[in-house]
């Protein structure tokens, strides 16, 4: 097996399973994993980036709800993994390579890509999300209380602004 893409870093938060117009059913996720293999191994967050370009950029799925399944894809023999360079990559069993549809990634791309300003709007969450635990990691009780209180601020005047339609 050689080595996975390049891997996608994203500070392990992941999206929350979010797209325009809903959430992807959680029975999806499993058969997009599996259609998402079919174009190579790849570790978990490689198996998220793909999902997310495939889906032009409208939905990613959460760490929490990738690697838990891609465990039991391999209770069920469907996937299996190997240790590369320090991570767990995934690939097809025959098993599963019966099971992955080809047309489930052909579904999640059929939809309009993500506005510029949304994906704007996602990639400052993803930087606010970084800072604020860096402050967390390493800032004082005093800093890490005055950045509870911006971010607490930025989120009220987010709602106010919704408000104000």
Known sequence: MGPPGKPYSDGGRGQHGHWAGGRVPKGNVRGLLLASLLHGPAHGYELMRRLEEQAGGRWRPSPGSVYPLMQL????????STEYEGRKV?????????????????DLAAGAPAAPAHLD???EVDRL???ARQVGTVGAAAQ???AVTIV???RQALYRLLADQ
Request: net charge negative; hydrophobic share 30%; with cysteine.
């Open 73 to 80: 894809l391999e209770d069920e023999s469907l996937v299996q």
């Open 90 to 106: 995934y690939e097809l069993t025959p098993a599963g390579r019966e099971q992955a549809d080809q047309t489930r990634l052909h």
């Open 121 to 123: 709007l996602r990639a």
């Open 129 to 131: 999300c970084s800072a």
């Open 144 to 146: 890490v209380e005055e």
């Open 152 to 154: 607490r601020n930025a």
